[in-house]
DNA sequence: TTTATATTTAACTGGATGGTTAATTAACCA
DNA sequence: TGGTTAATTAACCATCCAGTTAAATATAAA
């Protein structure tokens, strides 16, 4: 997986750590408030390694109050993964004022003109280079 | 996994798989045109596999030409992803009125009242169900 | 000093992922 | 018909992932 990105999106790609994300949107917690709502579908060492996901993906913390060990989130790091996200918008979001049809229409345009990928025989054909 | 939204960004944490992604917003592409910018890191069916991934994720479509295989993205696709982080862009973004300071105050409010996980002995203790 | 609470670590397991090479399928072309 | 091109499938492998139980660590409290 390796960069960072993937990382962000890789913890994000399960529930239980959706959910104490919600969670930590509303304040801080430790970790066995943070566990409670799933002790019935799984162990606490397992919430406890999503933690140190989520913590490894720079998208929460922890300190060190006494045994506790309360979590914040940290919104910041989701930031590049929404941004990301965001290139996308336009093929799916209908604005308001037709932006989004419009810009649609630009890129069509682009594809036109670019072309390569469309008809029969047309198909753009490279030779691997031998390097 | 299982999940829609798991599977969604599950797909996305893969640098080949949203560079595939990338390539597609610029317009329809055959596997090998596809694949051509990856030949040198990895093998033909590897990429087959990544395209696999993005296409029982929703995210690309593969049509029927010939031999060709002509993938296009589907942007819809990506939407419940996007809206799903759109929820923390408050928590990273300054916004020029400063709605998004505000909206973190009244976060932070929030967050006294319910307390809870802030001073020695308040720590909210619940005894797992047995059933 | 013992006990209780909060959390982590260790060791293990089954199943998913991401890659490989070799073989196969499918369509076109000469 | 036979050859070429495009893409997939099969079989395999190493590694990662998400969970488990049991043991360890650390702080507080009696």
New interface residues.
């Given amino acids: 997986?390796?960069?960072r990105?993937?990382?962000t999106?890789?913890a994000?790609?399960?529930?239980t750590r959706?959910a104490i994300?919600v969670r930590l949107?509303?304040?801080?917690?430790?970790v066995?408030?943070l566990a409670?709502p799933f002790?019935?579908e799984m162990s606490l060492p397992a919430v406890t390694k999503h933690l140190k996901v989520l913590e490894k993906a720079g998208l929460i913390s922890k300190g060190k109050?006494?045994q506790?060990r309360?979590c914040r989130?940290n919104?910041?790091a989701?930031?590049p993964?929404?941004d990301?996200?965001?290139?996308?918008?336009?093929?799916?979001?209908e604005s308001l004022d037709r932006l989004g049809e419009y810009l649609k229409t630009v890129?069509a345009e682009?594809?036109k003109n670019?072309e390569?990928?469309?008809k029969?025989g047309k198909?753009?054909e490279?030779k691997?280079?031998s390097e």
């Fill in positions: 997986m390796s960069d990105l993937s990382q999106f890789a994000l790609a399960d529930p959706r994300l949107s509303q304040g801080e917690a430790n066995s408030v409670e002790l019935e109050e006494a506790w309360p989130l919104g910041e989701l930031r993964a929404a990301w996200m965001e290139q996308y918008r336009v093929f799916w979001e890129v682009e594809q670019q390569g990928t469309k029969k198909y753009r490279r691997k280079k």
